[in-house]
Protein backbone atom coordinates (compact mmCIF):
# COMPACT_ATOMS: atom_id res chain seq x y z
CA UNK A 1 0.00 0.00 0.00
CA UNK A 2 1.82 3.53 -1.11
CA UNK A 3 1.33 6.95 1.26
CA UNK A 4 -0.85 8.67 -0.87
CA UNK A 5 -3.00 5.11 -0.44
CA UNK A 6 -2.85 5.74 3.21
CA UNK A 7 -3.93 9.42 3.54
CA UNK A 8 -7.05 10.28 5.43
CA UNK A 9 -6.81 6.24 7.09
CA UNK A 10 -9.07 6.11 9.74
CA UNK A 11 -7.84 5.91 13.70
CA UNK A 12 -8.65 2.40 14.19
CA UNK A 13 -6.21 1.34 11.64
CA UNK A 14 -3.30 2.99 13.51
CA UNK A 15 -4.78 0.74 16.74
CA UNK A 16 -4.57 -2.84 14.65
CA UNK A 17 -1.36 -1.91 13.65
CA UNK A 18 -0.61 -1.09 17.65
CA UNK A 19 -2.21 -4.05 18.37
CA UNK A 20 -0.35 -6.25 16.18
CA UNK A 21 3.16 -5.36 17.10
CA UNK A 22 2.07 -5.79 20.98
CA UNK A 23 1.24 -9.04 20.24
CA UNK A 24 4.60 -9.39 18.22
CA UNK A 25 6.39 -8.21 21.26
CA UNK A 26 4.67 -10.85 23.53
CA UNK A 27 5.19 -13.91 21.37
CA UNK A 28 8.79 -13.87 21.07
CA UNK A 29 10.20 -13.11 24.52
CA UNK A 30 13.12 -14.90 26.02
CA UNK A 31 14.08 -15.76 29.62
CA UNK A 32 17.77 -15.41 31.01
CA UNK A 33 19.33 -18.80 30.92
CA UNK A 34 17.34 -19.66 27.36
CA UNK A 35 20.62 -21.52 26.14
CA UNK A 36 23.15 -23.00 28.62
CA UNK A 37 25.22 -23.50 25.58
CA UNK A 38 25.45 -19.57 24.70
CA UNK A 39 23.94 -20.63 20.98
CA UNK A 40 20.97 -19.45 19.81
CA UNK A 41 18.64 -21.72 17.77
CA UNK A 42 18.66 -21.30 14.32
CA UNK A 43 14.15 -21.34 14.94
CA UNK A 44 14.68 -18.38 16.70
CA UNK A 45 17.06 -16.86 14.80
CA UNK A 46 14.35 -17.01 12.08
CA UNK A 47 11.55 -16.28 14.40
CA UNK A 48 13.67 -13.02 15.56
CA UNK A 49 14.03 -12.12 11.87
CA UNK A 50 10.55 -12.59 11.08
CA UNK A 51 9.51 -10.41 14.37
CA UNK A 52 12.11 -7.56 13.18
CA UNK A 53 10.04 -7.87 9.41
CA UNK A 54 7.21 -6.97 11.39
CA UNK A 55 8.37 -4.47 13.07
CA UNK A 56 9.64 -2.54 10.23
CA UNK A 57 6.10 -3.07 8.36
CA UNK A 58 3.98 -1.48 11.51
CA UNK A 59 6.10 1.60 11.76
CA UNK A 60 6.01 2.26 8.12
CA UNK A 61 2.26 1.52 7.54
CA UNK A 62 1.56 4.04 10.94
CA UNK A 63 3.91 6.40 9.65
CA UNK A 64 2.36 6.37 6.64
CA UNK A 65 -0.88 7.54 7.46
CA UNK A 66 -2.09 11.25 7.84
CA UNK A 67 -4.98 13.68 8.68
CA UNK A 68 -4.09 13.53 12.50
CA UNK A 69 -1.53 15.21 14.08
CA UNK A 70 -1.20 12.24 16.91
CA UNK A 71 0.01 9.86 14.21
CA UNK A 72 2.86 11.17 14.44
CA UNK A 73 3.15 10.30 18.39
CA UNK A 74 1.80 6.99 17.70
CA UNK A 75 4.57 6.48 15.28
CA UNK A 76 7.50 7.79 17.72
CA UNK A 77 5.73 5.77 20.80
CA UNK A 78 5.56 2.40 18.45
CA UNK A 79 9.27 2.86 17.41
CA UNK A 80 10.11 3.17 20.43
CA UNK A 81 8.68 -0.21 21.72
CA UNK A 82 10.24 -1.80 19.38
CA UNK A 83 13.60 -0.51 20.28
CA UNK A 84 12.71 -1.24 23.89
CA UNK A 85 12.00 -4.95 23.28
CA UNK A 86 14.84 -5.83 20.83
CA UNK A 87 16.94 -4.13 23.90
CA UNK A 88 15.66 -6.61 26.32
CA UNK A 89 16.02 -9.45 23.16
CA UNK A 90 19.35 -8.85 22.75
CA UNK A 91 20.61 -8.51 26.29
CA UNK A 92 18.59 -11.71 27.61
CA UNK A 93 20.15 -13.96 24.04
CA UNK A 94 23.65 -13.01 24.60
CA UNK A 95 23.48 -13.08 28.42
CA UNK A 96 25.72 -9.21 28.54
CA UNK A 97 26.48 -8.31 31.95
CA UNK A 98 24.70 -5.90 33.29
CA UNK A 99 27.26 -3.66 34.04
CA UNK A 100 27.84 -2.99 30.65
CA UNK A 101 24.11 -3.03 29.13
CA UNK A 102 21.75 -3.59 32.05
CA UNK A 103 17.91 -5.34 30.09
CA UNK A 104 14.98 -2.19 30.18
CA UNK A 105 13.32 -4.25 32.40
CA UNK A 106 16.08 -4.45 35.17
CA UNK A 107 15.92 -0.70 35.27
CA UNK A 108 12.10 -0.32 35.04
CA UNK A 109 12.13 -2.46 38.47
CA UNK A 110 14.93 -0.28 39.42
CA UNK A 111 12.74 3.18 38.78
CA UNK A 112 10.08 1.67 40.87
CA UNK A 113 12.14 0.37 43.77
CA UNK A 114 13.91 4.09 43.59
CA UNK A 115 11.94 6.15 42.72
CA UNK A 116 11.54 7.90 46.27
CA UNK A 117 15.23 8.66 45.55
CA UNK A 118 14.98 9.55 42.01
CA UNK A 119 12.13 12.09 42.82
CA UNK A 120 14.47 13.83 45.23
CA UNK A 121 17.04 14.13 42.62
CA UNK A 122 14.57 15.30 39.86
CA UNK A 123 13.59 18.43 42.30
CA UNK A 124 17.36 19.62 43.14
CA UNK A 125 18.62 19.40 39.64
CA UNK A 126 14.95 20.14 37.16
CA UNK A 127 12.92 22.07 39.45
CA UNK A 128 15.98 23.86 41.00
CA UNK A 129 18.94 24.24 39.22
CA UNK A 130 17.54 23.59 35.62
CA UNK A 131 14.85 25.56 35.91
CA UNK A 132 15.96 28.55 37.32
CA UNK A 133 19.20 28.66 35.53
CA UNK A 134 17.29 28.30 32.15
CA UNK A 135 14.97 31.06 33.17
CA UNK A 136 17.89 33.72 33.79
CA UNK A 137 19.80 32.44 31.26
CA UNK A 138 17.06 32.69 28.51
CA UNK A 139 16.15 36.03 29.92
CA UNK A 140 19.05 37.64 30.12
CA UNK A 141 20.25 37.00 26.56
CA UNK A 142 17.16 37.85 25.17
CA UNK A 143 17.24 41.01 27.38
CA UNK A 144 21.08 42.11 26.34
CA UNK A 145 19.56 41.14 22.41
CA UNK A 146 16.79 43.50 22.65
CA UNK A 147 19.57 46.02 24.21
CA UNK A 148 22.22 45.51 21.24
CA UNK A 149 19.29 46.15 18.56
CA UNK A 150 17.99 49.34 20.69
CA UNK A 151 21.74 50.64 20.46
CA UNK A 152 23.80 48.92 17.84
CA UNK A 153 27.37 50.34 19.02
CA UNK A 154 26.75 47.66 22.38
CA UNK A 155 27.17 44.94 19.82
CA UNK A 156 30.78 46.01 19.60
CA UNK A 157 31.29 45.28 23.02
CA UNK A 158 28.59 43.10 24.33
CA UNK A 159 28.60 40.38 21.42
CA UNK A 160 32.50 39.49 21.54
CA UNK A 161 32.13 39.49 25.56
CA UNK A 162 28.90 36.90 25.30
CA UNK A 163 30.96 34.81 22.80
CA UNK A 164 33.67 34.54 24.90
CA UNK A 165 31.12 32.80 27.17
CA UNK A 166 30.18 30.59 25.15
CA UNK A 167 33.55 29.00 24.61
CA UNK A 168 34.22 28.62 28.37
CA UNK A 169 34.92 24.29 28.83
CA UNK A 170 31.78 23.63 31.29
CA UNK A 171 34.53 21.29 33.17
CA UNK A 172 36.54 24.49 33.94
CA UNK A 173 33.71 27.12 35.33
CA UNK A 174 31.96 24.25 37.24
CA UNK A 175 34.61 24.25 39.72
CA UNK A 176 34.57 28.05 40.29
CA UNK A 177 31.05 28.11 40.46
CA UNK A 178 31.41 25.72 43.22
CA UNK A 179 33.94 27.81 44.81
CA UNK A 180 31.36 31.52 44.20
CA UNK A 181 28.63 29.86 45.55
CA UNK A 182 28.49 26.67 47.57
CA UNK A 183 27.65 23.18 46.81
CA UNK A 184 24.02 23.75 46.60
CA UNK A 185 22.05 24.78 43.56
CA UNK A 186 22.64 27.92 43.29
CA UNK A 187 25.69 27.48 41.89
CA UNK A 188 24.17 24.99 39.28
CA UNK A 189 22.38 27.27 38.32
CA UNK A 190 24.84 30.29 37.34
CA UNK A 191 26.59 27.17 35.33
CA UNK A 192 23.34 26.73 33.23
CA UNK A 193 22.93 30.77 33.03
CA UNK A 194 26.45 30.74 30.94
CA UNK A 195 25.34 27.97 28.75
CA UNK A 196 22.31 29.27 27.52
CA UNK A 197 22.45 32.93 27.41
CA UNK A 198 24.96 33.39 24.18
CA UNK A 199 22.11 31.20 22.17
CA UNK A 200 19.39 33.06 23.18
CA UNK A 201 21.33 35.98 22.26
CA UNK A 202 22.44 35.02 18.79
CA UNK A 203 18.94 33.69 17.82
CA UNK A 204 17.33 37.09 19.54
CA UNK A 205 19.26 39.25 16.83
CA UNK A 206 18.87 37.27 14.61
CA UNK A 207 15.29 37.18 14.77
CA UNK A 208 14.70 40.91 15.32
CA UNK A 209 16.41 41.04 11.80
CA UNK A 210 13.76 38.52 10.33
CA UNK A 211 11.01 41.55 9.82
CA UNK A 212 11.03 42.59 5.89
CA UNK A 213 12.52 46.25 5.11
CA UNK A 214 9.35 46.74 3.58
CA UNK A 215 7.18 46.04 6.94
CA UNK A 216 9.87 47.77 8.77
CA UNK A 217 9.11 51.24 6.63
CA UNK A 218 5.66 50.84 6.62
CA UNK A 219 5.66 51.17 9.92
CA UNK A 220 8.11 53.70 10.28
CA UNK A 221 5.88 55.77 7.15
CA UNK A 222 3.33 55.04 10.49
CA UNK A 223 5.56 57.42 12.56
CA UNK A 224 6.04 54.13 15.35
CA UNK A 225 8.38 54.20 17.80
CA UNK A 226 11.15 51.81 18.30
CA UNK A 227 9.29 50.30 20.66
CA UNK A 228 5.68 49.88 19.01
CA UNK A 229 7.65 48.21 16.09
CA UNK A 230 9.50 45.77 18.30
CA UNK A 231 5.95 45.37 19.79
CA UNK A 232 3.71 44.81 16.95
CA UNK A 233 6.21 43.57 14.54
CA UNK A 234 9.91 42.46 15.09
CA UNK A 235 9.22 40.40 17.98
CA UNK A 236 6.04 38.76 16.28
CA UNK A 237 8.80 38.05 13.47
CA UNK A 238 11.00 36.83 16.31
CA UNK A 239 9.11 34.24 17.91
CA UNK A 240 10.53 30.84 16.06
CA UNK A 241 13.69 32.24 16.11
CA UNK A 242 13.57 32.54 20.04
CA UNK A 243 11.77 29.39 20.51
CA UNK A 244 14.64 27.31 18.76
CA UNK A 245 16.34 29.03 21.12
CA UNK A 246 14.06 27.80 24.22
CA UNK A 247 14.17 24.76 22.91
CA UNK A 248 18.17 24.44 22.30
CA UNK A 249 18.82 26.00 25.97
CA UNK A 250 16.42 23.31 27.64
CA UNK A 251 18.65 20.23 26.51
CA UNK A 252 21.69 22.28 26.96
CA UNK A 253 20.52 23.32 30.97
CA UNK A 254 19.81 20.00 31.73
CA UNK A 255 23.29 18.32 30.31
CA UNK A 256 24.77 21.81 32.06
CA UNK A 257 23.33 21.27 35.31
CA UNK A 258 23.80 16.79 35.50
CA UNK A 259 27.48 17.66 34.44
CA UNK A 260 28.08 20.87 37.09
CA UNK A 261 27.23 18.31 39.94
CA UNK A 262 30.14 15.89 39.06
CA UNK A 263 32.02 18.79 40.78
CA UNK A 264 30.30 19.42 43.99
CA UNK A 265 26.91 18.89 45.27
CA UNK A 266 24.99 18.01 47.83
CA UNK A 267 24.15 14.21 48.38
CA UNK A 268 21.14 14.81 46.10
CA UNK A 269 20.93 15.26 42.52
CA UNK A 270 20.59 13.53 38.66
CA UNK A 271 24.56 13.99 38.20
CA UNK A 272 25.37 13.36 41.96
CA UNK A 273 22.82 9.80 41.86
CA UNK A 274 24.59 9.22 38.18
CA UNK A 275 28.81 9.50 39.36
CA UNK A 276 28.45 8.14 42.75
CA UNK A 277 26.11 5.07 41.65
CA UNK A 278 28.18 4.78 38.63
CA UNK A 279 31.71 4.76 41.07
CA UNK A 280 29.74 1.65 43.45
CA UNK A 281 28.98 0.06 40.07
CA UNK A 282 25.45 0.37 40.52
CA UNK A 283 24.69 0.89 36.90
CA UNK A 284 21.01 0.17 37.28
CA UNK A 285 20.25 2.92 39.53
CA UNK A 286 22.84 4.90 37.24
CA UNK A 287 20.23 4.02 34.01
CA UNK A 288 17.31 4.88 35.96
CA UNK A 289 18.85 8.50 36.39
CA UNK A 290 19.21 8.26 32.61
CA UNK A 291 15.78 7.79 32.20
CA UNK A 292 14.70 10.15 34.27
CA UNK A 293 17.41 12.94 32.58
CA UNK A 294 16.13 12.02 29.30
CA UNK A 295 12.40 11.63 29.71
CA UNK A 296 12.69 15.23 31.40
CA UNK A 297 14.18 16.57 28.59
CA UNK A 298 11.66 15.23 25.42
CA UNK A 299 8.76 16.36 27.85
CA UNK A 300 10.05 19.91 27.64
CA UNK A 301 10.92 19.64 24.09
CA UNK A 302 7.68 18.52 23.62
CA UNK A 303 5.97 21.10 26.17
CA UNK A 304 7.82 24.14 24.03
CA UNK A 305 7.01 22.53 21.03
CA UNK A 306 2.87 23.22 21.92
CA UNK A 307 3.73 26.82 23.35
CA UNK A 308 5.00 28.01 20.05
CA UNK A 309 2.13 26.68 17.91
CA UNK A 310 -0.03 28.85 20.56
CA UNK A 311 1.65 31.87 20.30
CA UNK A 312 3.09 31.80 16.93
CA UNK A 313 0.23 29.57 15.14
CA UNK A 314 -0.04 32.47 12.08
CA UNK A 315 3.73 32.13 11.26
CA UNK A 316 4.36 30.14 8.02
CA UNK A 317 7.04 27.94 9.87
CA UNK A 318 4.92 27.13 12.52
CA UNK A 319 1.88 26.46 10.29
CA UNK A 320 3.85 23.62 7.90
CA UNK A 321 4.23 21.88 10.84
Known amino acids: MSTTA ?6 WLALALALTAAAGLGWLMPEAGSFDDGVVPWGWR ?16 VAALDGRRWYGTATAALAGLWVLYFWQVG ?44 ALGSGLGFAVGVAIDRAPFLQRGLLPLASLTSTIPLVAVAPIMVMWFGFEWPSKAAVVVLMTFFPMLVSTLAGLQAAGKLERELMHSYAASYFRTLRDLRLPMA ?83
Request: proline letters at 5%; charged letters at 15%; a positive charge.
Open 46 to 61: LALLAVLGLAGWSVRR
Open 239 to 321: MPFIFSALKVNATLALIGAIVAEFFGSPTVGLGFRISTEAARMNMGLVWAAIVVAAVTGSLAYALLVQLERKIAFWHPSVRSR
Open 6 to 11: TRGAPW
Open 91 to 134: VTLFDVPKVLLPAPSWIGGMLMDRWDTLAGDFVQTVLKSVLIGW
